[in-house]
């Protein structure tokens, strides 16, 4: 079953619209940038980029409040920035700097924003999906009204962990929503070769009600995100949100040479279905913009990256005596 | 190890009761489910049952089905959900039955709430208590048998707490509920009948501060949980034959008091830790170097050491009765360490 | 969907028919003695019995050839029996003595007989799945037309190792039957609180065909597990059985007073399911067997239990110095 | 620990060959798929990928898709799969990727794999080896810099391996995928560039053998795993101070060649420990508690501990090189123990 119920799209104000253009965008400029400070040997250890998702992101984090939960992958940088999270702490967390949101010490795969209730990236693959279920548990005895969202990727599917939560989020009518991004790889090993049976059923077995979207199409996981937050919010329990989307980069920054597990025809058909391109299309054909806006969104976003990119450079590392805080609270 | 002789009971005095462990582990939850609405227990087999060791008996009547909760049989799920509840207001205490299913939560244990706060810079934390036992002779063979606490010990960011009377588990087990960091609670599932005196009335107990369970000058015996009964009932023997046993019992292993450990064993110059986890690598392997490093130029002898013998527990009583430290192997140990054997 | 197909019954020869009725006696008398033994303190720790699923093992097991693997579970002693192991050494064992198939090593809850490839009962709940998965992957990979049956309880699902497993016999299309015994209790706690969804579609979502039987009838187990068995070793790969039963006796032998978890009329309507019952009617209305059969079979599994716990109990303790031996092989 | 620098690679001569520590490995494992048909590897992206250190390079190439099987990302199915293949005739050496994910399989590898030998009495067994990775410095965060290497020693029925050199990870780990019990064996990640000489042909390793990688007089540095070459690095700084260090690395921590350590700490009186695993409770804990049993009345001061420091390793760059031992840390250490500082 599709989403792209006509209704979502209609409800997609002006505004709204091109905000999706420019988070997508923003993310798209940082994680380029952050492919750049790696090469430039400005950035140690190996991130792994988000290009190509944005419009999961964007499409689920603009479904919800400031106050709502969300946790995340080692590929998360798309879904701090969606979240809300400024550009310029996040480059000095990528660069290990002191000013960064974990003062450094997280870096790329543990990046984390209490400011925005990112409850954290996690290097563990499906290791957030008992904090996110925990953290929608939490909401509901407190009668908070906050809705939490699971980022994981298709290869968290193999994690027995996420089957255990899906069972206690169900039993416990809990506010969450599990939202899967295909990106059709494990690493250098393609799902198919990972995953049994029909994704869609999985969440299904535990009584989740499941839905499949176009994850490069922002309006339509918008439209069913949406749908599933409130859900979750009228207390109508879990959803599980499948996105099919791609990753055009490798699956780190080092991972340049992919020809030996997935062909450049492969990647070349998807970059025809590059989110933002799908975007301006739309934006441009229902007149909700002109190029020019559009540029200049994309001129802001360059600027923000390179201004807090630079900002980053060129702030201090922490003091070697950090070390040792903040090993207990 | 055997629940110990009721004549270890010192007899009730003023201001204090006598109760089980597990009475104490029970009074101790109740006051802090009743002090802090945010405070749940999760588990398998909690509510009605009141855990397969009926410690929480009572509890689910009185705070009832949404804070004392049954979960399914998931030791990761209801972890890492009490993880993420802690992480956003909550003072969870999971229940995990049996200290060997800890095998199965490491992860969220180890990889997710131990490294929370540091990763985060500070800015996230998790008030997590994880309530488990240990301890063998239960006759529950190799899987239900483990004292698996070095584990949990070896991980920054994790502390360990082993009581082993009534008055420390209520006074210590409140204290981990208000900790504002993931908190590892062992108790012997032998102990729990085990009685004690405990104070009347509202208290808690500080972690890192050492209990001396007896005064001693010749030797000093250092354990944890149910070894310190074990540690008790040896000095006994030994003040038979003339020999004056000290027994300190760290109560936390992290943080660890290694002052007072040392003050001990810079007194008496011989030390034995007891310790039911296995011997190799275990906890006891710690506290020996810490001793040693310690009070290196006091020591008349090498720290013994004396853990489970290394072997997965067996099912057969006349095997696993050989597999832990007894009040008399410790006897022979210490007059052997005293050079009288 | 239920397997009571008329075929499955008329298959059931006289021999077979009267096969399970002596086999299902033979758990029977064990188990009713198990519980002596613990009620006369003879028998040290707690133990877990079998007794109202009888049929659950008998049906499966007797689908088996005796070179196929199965794992087991704490309440394992119906498929140890069922899958061949004598009455004496499972005693011993039971009793910790030198004689046991463990050497009383294991105990009731770790019973292995290496003799009838029964890879042992596990204390972990869920904790032999990978075990049985493995042996189905070795026993592919070694084609040796060998299938594996893992036993679980419907409270192993909540432990996701069986979900990591069903992926990977799907995937991998191995020769292995996942029997669910549904005995609605997961210690004291009813499955309908820790269980959410529709239990039959969980295998279905990995891909893995499900089959829901009665377990009290062992013809129904039978057939339904001759299906899977012959599936798997077709080289068509995984299924899963869930039977439905109940437990008639405490979760261990100490569960004596239960009325705080279950009602006495729960028990007593399905003490009307005794599959030993069951069977003796169906025997009789058949013709495949009279009284004077049947109570010659049941005189014969108490004279073999009478004979067996009592050399046990007579029978030597390990000496001491057993307990550091086969630490390492 | 950082790669070491090449000038510690002897130079090439007779029946020798240098290569790297990767390439010993993917020789050994090539070497005993070719001797024995029941020998398979499982693990994520360990075929056209050769894992993602790249250490299987050509593997799947020779022995197909049927012996070096990508898996889903599922370490405790996989480990639950090679167990239940190595007690049904198998060897299997399954991958784990980042040794941060022991804690994901412990309960298959210390319940299940660790006692079904000893709990059926002795009547099965589980060839089973765990291959997997420890180490910091690589930037890699708190996830996956960990060297838990001390929790599978702690449990009886594991063996426990950590080779340092290209020579003695090939020759160790044939040792492994022939032994009949589950072995764990870490291969630090930042090794797998370093290059050694290594014997031409077939040979192996028995476990539970230390080896002396350099002679000395005054001070013994025991190091594991990568340590070896932080503690080498040390010894040629001692060296140029006028004391001579000897370096002892135990290759395997269980079995234990508690013999050659004790020997090298009598003949020294002075001992560090170097192991990158957390200090507390560590594995340099049982270590430098075994010096001191077997060598106490021989020592002249406390047995020094030098491991990973107390905190999950962080991110930054220059926090995460002060969790970790280094050559210059080590010669301060020294110099304090010998009473020079
Ligand atoms: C438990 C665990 N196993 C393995 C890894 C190594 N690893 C990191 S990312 C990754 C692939 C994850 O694939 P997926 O979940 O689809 O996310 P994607 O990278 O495609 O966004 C793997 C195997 C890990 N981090 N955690
Ligand atoms: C991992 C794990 N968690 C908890 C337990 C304690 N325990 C033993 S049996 C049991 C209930 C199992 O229920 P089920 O799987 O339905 O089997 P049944 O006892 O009903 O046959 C529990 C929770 C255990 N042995 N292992
Ligand atoms: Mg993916
Ligand atoms: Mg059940």
């Known amino acids: ?329 | 190890m055997s629940t110990p002789s009721v004549k270890e009971v010192p007899t009730s005095h003023e201001g204090m009761r006598e109760i089980s462990l597990a009475q104490a582990v029970n009074e101790a939850l109740a006051e802090e489910l009743r002090r802090d609405p945010t405070v749940f227990i999760v588990g398998e087999d909690v509510a009605e049952a009141g855990t397969a060791f009926k410690v929480m008996t009572g509890l689910v009547e009185e705070f009832g089905r949404e804070r004392v909760i049954d979960s399914p049989i998931s030791e990761p799920g209801i972890t890492g959900l009490g993880l993420g509840a802690a992480m956003t207001g909550m003072r969870p205490v999971v229940d995990i039955m049996f200290g060997d299913f800890l095998t199965l939560v490491m992860d969220q244990l180890a990889n997710q709430a131990a490294k929370i706060h540091y990763m985060s810079g500070g800015r996230l934390k998790a008030p997590l208590t994880l309530r488990t036992t240990l301890g063998a002779t239960r006759r529950s063979a190799a899987q239900h048998s483990q004292s698996l606490h070095v584990w949990p010990a070896h991980i920054p960011g994790l502390k360990v707490v082993l009581p082993s009377t009534p008055a420390d588990a209520k006074g210590l087990l409140k204290t981990a509920i208000r900790d504002d960091n993931p908190v590892v609670f062992f108790e012997d599932k032998m102990m729990f009948a085990t009685k004690g005196l405990v104070p009347d009335g509202e208290y808690t107990i500080p972690f890192g501060v050492a209990d001396v369970k007896r005064e001693g000058e010749d030797l000093t015996l250092i354990a944890t949980s149910s070894m310190v009964y074990v540690a008790l009932e040896a000095a006994e023997l030994l003040a038979g034959e003339g020999i004056s046993a000290e027994v300190v019992d760290p109560r936390t292993l992290v943080p660890l008091d290694r002052a007072t450990l040392a003050a001990s064993a810079r007194k008496t110059g011989r030390v034995i830790v007891l310790d039911e986890g296995h011997q190799s690598y275990g906890a006891s392997a710690e506290i020996a170097a810490v001793v040693a490093e310690d009070a290196f130029f006091h020591l008349d002898a090498p720290v013994r050491r004396m853990g489970a013998m290394d072997v997965p527990i067996p099912f057969s009583p006349v095997l696993e009765d050989e597999t832990v430290p007894t009040p008399d192997r410790v006897l022979a140990a210490a007059l052997e360490l005293l050079g009288k054997r």
């Open chain 1, 1 to 329: 079953m599709t989403t792209e119920s006509p209704m979502a799209v209609t409800e997609t104000s002006q505004e709204l619209a091109l905000r999706f253009y420019e988070q997508m965008r923003k993310i798209r400029s940082f994680e380029e940038r952050a492919d750049e400070l790696y090469k430039l040997r400005l950035m140690a250890g190996l991130t792994h980029l988000y290009i190509g998702e944005e419009a999961i992101a964007v499409g689920v984090c603009e479904s919800l409040g400031r106050d709502d939960y969300i946790t995340s992958t080692h590929r998360g940088h798309g879904h701090c920035l969606a979240k809300g999270a400024d550009v310029e702490r996040m480059f000095c967390e990528l660069l290990g700097k002191e000013a960064g949101y974990c003062r450094g010490k997280g870096g790329s795969m543990h990046i984390a924003d209490h400011e925005n209730n990112n409850l954290g990236a996690n290097a563990i693959v499906g290791g957030s999906a008992g904090i996110a279920t925990g953290a929608a548990f939490s909401a509901k005895a407190r009668g908070s009204g906050q809705v939490a969202v699971c980022f994981f990727g298709e290869g968290a599917l193999g994690q027995g962990l996420v089957y255990e939560v899906m069972n206690l989020a169900s039993l416990w009518t809990l506010p969450v929503v599990y939202v899967c991004e295909n990106n059709l790889y494990n690493e250098y090993t393609h799902y198919s070769e990972t995953t049994a049976g029909d994704i869609a059923t999985r969440a299904a077995a535990f009584g989740i009600p499941s839905e499949e979207v176009d994850g490069q199409d922002v309006r339509a996981v918008h439209a069913a995100a949406t749908r599933a937050v409130e859900r979750a919010r009228r207390g109508d329990g879990p959803s599980f949100l499948l996105c099919r989307t791609y990753r055009f980069m490798g699956h780190h920054v080092g991972d340049v040479d992919r020809t030996y597990y997935r062909s450049k025809e492969e990647e070349q058909e998807w970059r025809q279905r590059d989110p933002l391109e799908l975007a301006r299309r739309w934006l441009l054909e229902d007149g909700l913009a002109d190029e020019a806006t559009l540029d200049e969104i994309d001129r802001r976003a360059d600027e923000l990256v390179a201004a807090g990119s630079q900002a980053a450079i060129d702030s201090p590392y922490p003091s070697p005596d950090e070390v040792g805080k903040h090993v207990y609270a």
